[in-house]
């Protein structure tokens, strides 16, 4: 690793059934992580079972055929553990913070909630009330009601673009056959990376995984739908003191060759203090607290955006100067963003392998996008890679796709959808 002490290359054996075990060792740790990432979340759904994923994950802890669910927490926190769940759109992971004598128990815990769950229907009939709430809870949030409205503008009509946490009407009707079937036909050995990291010994954890899922299914199920990125205009009228905005075009996929380059465009038109949209738009102009982009990628497609939250009356001028500045870096990069922009980036992937879990997390990534580890050396080399005129013409294919936009809030300053477009009409290329 540079700049570091160099780490022992990761090892992954594949089981008969198609499981991938990996592991990370992690000289000089006293603890371990591990976890399964599978690769199935909200776009993997039929319409009628939105959040099903989401609703799957939180009952895998709610009683095996072994365990009580208080039995599962028990057990775990007595050996020192940390045990947690979560649902996206192209995975559902568990993982465990551990003890390194605890695999055993690890192993043995992750197979028992993913291979024999009761799905008791009291427990589910709580799980379901418990979800109903988590999604009003985000109701109330403006920001996470303006990012799921940003991506159903983004992806009409195709799972991509419903929200992880489905509706309550379709939550509340979710029976446990259906999570069941659900479960054994997405939940196979070729869609899942048992990955682990930290003072792990490989061929023993290849023979614990092997023990205790020897009982999955192998066979994949189908691959979900090909995303097709559309863009379009959606508000959500609300009485609040600001408006909150995301604006976004089409972004890269994971395996794009513009992914690193879409990167660097985030972090130098929104990635930090230094960055074009935080000096100009609230240093210089101050017409907004927070003023970001991102960048997000699926293994087909990817988003681009910016969020701010700013007043219902400055909300255009929000807009105008974000065109004026991704328009900017279109033309040209200068030496000195770039310069910072890979620094931040460098520190940005190094302190995230600082912990196990990270590490764990990355090498489970690694697979299920790419299909091999990837080292840190050869991600800072592509990073490394990537010149101002790459970054210019991230820009251009940014602009080039139709834009998004959503807003919950005072809606009255956001221009047209026309409006919009013509804002962001594709640049002629300048020197980069």
Known sequence: ?????????????????????????????????????????????????????????????????????????????????????????????????????????????LSDILLNPTFADEELARERSVIIQEI?????????????????????????GRPILGTPEIVSGIERDTLLAYMHQHYRGEAMVLAAAGDVDHEALVDLAAAAFANIGSDRSEAPAPAHYHGGVGGV????????????????????????????????????????????????????????????????SGIFGVYAGTAEQDAGEVIRH??????????????????????????????????CAGQAEALAHQLRIHGRPISVDEHLQRLAAVDRPAVSRAARRVLASPPTLSAVGPLDGLPSEGSLRSLFGTPTAGAA
């Not at 939180?58 to 947690?84: C, D, I, P, W």
């Not at 940003?150 to 009409?156: K, L, W």
């Not at 870096?329 to 992937?349: H, I, N, T, Y």
């Open 136 to 160: 009003g809870e985000a109701r109330d949030n403006p920001a996470d009601i303006v990012f799921d409205r940003f991506q159903t503008c983004a992806f009409p009509d195709q799972p991509l």
């Open 322 to 355: 974000t065109a004026e500045q991704i328009h900017g870096v279109a033309g040209r990069v200068r030496p000195e963003e770039l310069d910072r922009a890979m620094a931040q980036a460098r520190s940005g992937l190094l302190m995230g392998l600082e912990s």
């Open 1 to 109: 690793m540079s700049g570091a002490m160099a780490l022992p290359k990761p090892v992954v054996t594949t089981l008969p059934s198609g499981l991938r075990v990996a592991s990370q060792a992690v000289p000089g740790t006293r603890t371990a992580a591990i976890g399964v990432w599978v690769h199935t979340g909200a776009r993997n759904e039929p319409e009628e079972r939105n959040g099903i994923s989401h609703l799957l994950e939180h009952m895998a802890f709610k009683g095996t055929t072994r365990r009580t669910a208080r039995q599962l927490a028990e057990e775990v926190e007595s050996a020192g553990a940390y045990m947690n769940a979560y649902t996206g759109r192209e995975e559902t992971a568990y993982h465990l913070r551990i003890l390194p004598g605890a695999f055993p128990l690890a192993v043995d815990v």
């Open 237 to 300: 009228p609300r009485d609040l003191e600001q408006t909150h905005l995301v604006l976004g075009f089409e972004g890269a996929a994971y395996a794009d060759p513009d992914f690193y380059a879409m990167t660097m465009f985030s972090a130098i038109l929104g990635g930090g203090l230094s960055s074009r949209l935080f000096q100009e738009v609230r240093e210089k102009r101050g017409l907004a607290y927070d003023i970001h982009s991102f960048s997000s990628s699926f293994h087909d």
